[in-house]
């Protein structure tokens, strides 16, 4: 039934839920039942809305598709679900005004909106485990407002990736024996589509998998009409003012996919090769001019050698000419400023086609631009005699040609920086080329102005903000244009009458200048990251006044990764100042990449990545996601442990257990009889106040991005305090005979249960709904149930002190049995001195202390004193003894201390005659004498417990 939460209670719920947690058939069940009721969709749910008493009557109809949830299952969704805070505890709220107060702020809060917007992934191909830290970050904020009342957006959508798709789909063509070439433009596009359907839904599916709570409903892609419409819009725009313009300049060229890339396309590698030192003769026979390059092939294409005009030892030479060897080009001595005298013979060779720092040289000196090779990296006519050779085989044979005619002197071994294509792994070549750009300077002022204002973009963690205002403030033109068929085809139109250039957001078929019909359009794509910039606004209607773009834009927060803020975050801040005149987002939280456990970049080479959803299918999606998400600091990398994921199943495993036994023990409970007003023992003061005070800490925690403290503050609740002791405390009144107080137990356990899943649920939401709906809980779901608020009338400070101290006392009688070997199953005889302080604290936990610490007589008196053969501790507030004559064999337990001292003695010596050992500390690594030191100081604490012991036994 669609509303079978809600009109069953758990008495009516299968209490005894297995014994084992098995994520894989809960995970499939739960996201399913999210779509089919929509639960994610933003604006018309009614999520966080005030609920009605009486639930709603709702049809038994499934949703039509989960991609597009019908009519039907949205109405459903939006009339059963019910707000479960302060209602499923009407006479506690009625007690205070807390529930009122925070019905209040539920209401207010649905009026705001929580918006986001999704780093689309490409299209080609899985996801791996960083867009499962991204995304997951994203989901703990968007299910948390949401929970919260936000009327909350998490729009999803992917990315073209131009250069890597279309890469993907040649290779596969490739494969068959065809190439683009063969299929021609439409065909092949045709193709490309194919591909972006598969993929697009091998991602989808990995969303749900990995939990994402998106709105399919409003799910986009960057070649959308809609984008596509946006992309036309902001180029003509830009164009008309002057900062779109098409020009001759050098720009990252991939030779092997014949197209232009962006700075962020090109990866840079460490490459051992060589710096060749050449003569370059002076026209007037005098001497010559020693020039060192790393790329003698592109000598083909010197226009000048280049001196620092206050080198002296070249004064006399500027003006004059030499000539280029083997090409016999008479080329000008010039001087520059931008050539580095201290380095190598202080003269440079000046490439103005091949380099860009050459180009812009040469700019200033009017350089001719030779160009020596092709757009496949071949050389070309200007080549002379090598034309047709692959670069990297003239490079042999003009080294070779060189050093025959005397020229090349010298080759040194030289490790330099090399540009590679991160598509397909091409060496990257400066090459001079016709494209069109962006003037980026006038985009960047208005962010900086913005950004100095204080009015800017909130970067989480601080100190990126000057990384990215570094990055701004020396920000270079744009190159826009990528000459493949996949991707948003450039507006723009050449007349082949007139000569003149058409922009246009719709398609021409008349010159704007001449009105022929002689028209054809620019072959080339927008770069990709061009239609990505404008993703915050294109993606909720823009250049349309939606009621989506009204309502949701600016976005809240953007979450990412610190390699791209210059590439996308700063782009984006840029078009939407120019195009909507306010920021994107107001917060940007920066995170790093998941690297392996040791620290590597996981890569393809390497070996080492890691698959979302072999982590997934082997330990659940709650675990990878509680395990990224709380083990990260803001902006710094995190590593990848196996450990880790399974560390946090176990945590999913003892929740699972906990929770178990809680509904074993709810037996006839119904949502309608969890009552706080009565008799309260101390445990359960404590723990109301415990919950209290990890409400506040997660919220405060989420709210600052600080996961990984909200993960260890959950994690010390739920594990050590609810799990290890208020469900032992609570098993006292659970299995008593005092009917009042075993009602009072289960109603505690209820509701710090119930609420302690909501708190946890933006991690693990799946392992969360299964055990809430098992709950004596109101409400559909718990993805819209209310996120818990403080309670002013469950602080109890005194309590928890009290408390604090019982758990103290059982904790060191514990200790102090598996010191002194005490067999587990033998009571022991407990004196506790309190302080005055202490006493009615001591006295108010009596029964806790008897039952944990397992006593078969306890004694509380502030005028105790120590009995013979007792072990003691020393506490805040109170001194223990615990007498262990006739508990143990005495005379054994001496010979065994002794015999333990013995050792012990022998490991300090041994470790104090390795750390003098000098070789040793000089030689070894660090950290081994580190590890060593540390292991002198454990063995010497362990060995003054054991003399502590053996003085207390043989007093």
Known sequence: MANEKQTTTANEQPLNIPKTYDPQQTENKWYAYWLEHDLFRAGDIGVGEIPSDTPSETPDTPSETPDTPSETARDTARDTVEDTNEDKDPTA???????????????????????????????????????????????????????????????????????????????????????????????????????????????????????????????RFTMDEGLSRAVREVFL??????????????????????????????????????????????????????????????????????????????????????????????IPIVADTYVDKTFGSGAVKITPAHDPNDFELGQRHELPQVLVMDERGKMNGNAGKYQGMDRFACRKQIVADLQEAGVLFHIEEHVHSVGHSERTGAVVEPYLS?????????????????????????????????????????????????????????PAWYCQSCGETTVSVDDVNTCAHCGSESLKQDEDVLDTWFSSALWPFSTLGWPEETADLQRYFPTDVLVTGYDIIYFWVARMIFTSLE???EIPFNDVLIHGLVRDAEGRKMSKSLGNGVDPLEVIDTYGADAMRYMLSTGITPGQDVRFHWERVEMARNFANKIWNASRFTLMNLEGFTADDVDLSGELSLADKWILHRLNETTAEVTRGIDRYEFGEVGRTLYAFIWDEFCDWYIELAKLSLYGDDAAAKRTTQSVLTYVLDRTLRLLHPFMPFITEEIWQHLPTKGMSIVTAAWPETDSA??????????????????????????????????????????????????????????????????????????DKAMSAVISGAELYLPLEGLI???????????????????????????????????????????????????????????????????
């Open 93 to 219: 709220a009625e007690q205070t005004d807390a529930g009122v107060r925070a019905n209040d702020d539920r209401r207010a809060k649905r009026k705001e909106k929580f918006s986001v917007v999704i780093p689309p992934p490409n299209v080609t191909g899985v996801l791996h485990i960083g867009h499962a830290l991204d995304f997951t970050l994203q989901d703990i904020l968007v299910r948390a407002k949401r929970m919260q009342g936000y009327d909350a957006l998490w729009l999803p959508g992917t990315d073209h990736a131009g250069i890597a798709t279309q890469a993907k789909v040649e290779q596969k063509l490739r494969v068959e024996g065809v190439s683009r070439h063969d299929l021609g433009r439409e065909k092949f596009l045709a193709r490309v589509w194919e591909w972006k359907e598969h993929y697009a839904q091998r991602i989808r599916d990995q969303w749900r998998k990995m939990g994402l709570s998106v709105d399919y409903s409003r799910e």
């Open 237 to 330: 725009r830009l164009y008309e003012k002057g900062l779109i313009y098409r020009g001759k300049y050098i720009i990252n060229w991939d030779p092997e996919a014949g197209t232009a890339l962006s700075d962020i396309e090109v990866e840079h590698k460490e490459v051992t090769g060589a710096l060749y030192h050449m003569k370059y003769p002076l026209k007037d026979g005098s001497g010559h001019i020693t020039v060192a390059t790393t790329r003698p092939e592109t000598m083909l294409g010197d226009t000048a050698v280049a001196v620092h005009p206050d080198d002296e030892r070249y004064e006399h030479l500027i003006g004059q000419t030499v000539v280029l060897p083997i090409v016999g080009r008479e």
């Open 434 to 490: 016709t494209q069109w750009f962006v003037r980026m300077k006038p985009l960047a002022e208005q962010a900086i102005a913005q950004q100095k204002s204080g009015n800017g973009v909130n970067f989480v963690p601080e100190r990126f903000e000057k990384i990215y205002l570094h990055w701004i403030e020396n920000i270079r033109d744009w190159c826009i244009s990528r000459q493949l068929w996949w991707g948003h085809r450039i």
């Open 579 to 581: 195009f909507k005149g």
């Open 794 to 867: 469950h602080d109890f400070p005194e309590e928890t002190a009290a408390m604090t101290l019982v758990m103290d006392i059982v904790r060191h009688v514990r200790n102090i049995r598996a010191e002194s070997n005490v067999p587990p199953n033998k009571a022991v005889a407990l004196i506790v001195r309190p302080d005055e302080a202490s006493l009615r604290a001591v006295q108010a936990g009596e029964d806790y202390i008897a039952r944990l610490a397992k006593t078969s007589e306890l004694v509380i008196d502030p005028t105790a004193t120590r009995p």
């Open 889 to 955: 064999d005495l005379e054994k337990e001496v010979a065994r201390l002794q015999k333990e001292l013995a050792r012990l003695d022998q490991e300090v010596a041994r470790v104090a005659k390795k750390l003098s050992n000098e070789g040793f500390v000089a030689k070894a690594p660090a950290h081994l004498v580190e590890a060593e030191r540390q292991k002198g100081v454990d063995y010497e604490q362990q060995r003054e417990k054991v003399r502590e012991q053996l003085a207390t036994l043989q007093a």
